[in-house]
T-cell receptor, first 115, second 114 residues
């Protein structure tokens, strides 16, 4: 069983819809991450939230908006997505200690399809 | 910047065969190294890790040794099973002011035939 829980598991939405992906961890980790994974490709980092500081990959379009209500929750708000945004979205967490060499723990992902 | 290179496969083996998946990296400083496995329809699971030179990570019969002199972290298993069929990602973790930056290799798809 994964210790990082993502909901929903599957999401189909139109290009004009607004939806949110949710991620929760109960391991006391202080860093959480959103990744995008296209088929047969490795995950690509989108956002990092660590010690109340949000860092953004500048190549991520503004139609993706992260939110961290508390240290165990991380949301990804979606608006006006494009068909090329269809992918598996993975959430991960880690201890987040500065200079940490600890692994990241991944959820099972949300498979997103844009019509 | 930092990067990870690994054989992309697909790799097809018979059950009980020996497995090697090569991984080499380019990095400044002293990154930690990881192997993750992804089964169909699932997220990534940590398989093993090594945090300094000459460390050997091991789990479920898989092993990898952090070789600083050759900048490598090859994954090996002596006898694969059908249940090992999955995609394997080599990754390095680099420290940053805001946390970790994980750099993944392209992934190696392994198919084990009965």
């Amino acid at each position: 069983d994964t210790e990082v829980t993502q909901t929903p598991k599957h999401l189909v939405m139109g290009m004009t819809n607004k939806k949110s992906l949710k991620c929760e961890q109960h391991m006391g980790h202080r860093a959480m991450y959103w990744y995008k994974q296209k088929a047969k490709k490795p995950p690509e980092l989108m956002f990092v939230y660590s010690y109340e500081k949000l860092s953004i990959n500048e190549s991520v379009p503004s139609r993706f908006s992260p939110e961290c209500p508390n240290s165990s929750l991380l949301n990804l708000h979606l608006h006006a997505l494009q068909p090329e945004d269809s992918a598996l979205y993975l959430c991960a967490s880690s201890q987040g200690t500065p200079y940490s060499n600890q692994p990241q723990h991944f959820g099972d992902g949300t498979r997103l399809s844009i019509l | 910047g930092n990067s990870v290179t690994q054989m992309e496969g697909p790799v097809t083996l018979s059950e009980e065969a020996f497995l090697t998946i090569n991984c080499t990296y380019t990095a400044t400083g002293y990154p930690s190294l990881f192997w993750y496995v992804q089964y169909p329809g699932e997220g990534l699971q940590l398989l093993l890790k090594a945090t300094k030179a000459d460390d050997k990570g091991s789990n479920k019969g898989f092993e990898a040794t952090y070789r600083k002199e050759t900048t490598s972290f090859h994954l090996e298993k002596g006898s694969v099973q059908v249940s090992d069929s999955a995609v394997y990602f080599c990754a390095l973790s680099d420290r940053l002011n805001y946390g970790q930056n994980f750099v993944f290799g392209p992934g190696t798809r392994l198919s084990v035939l009965p």
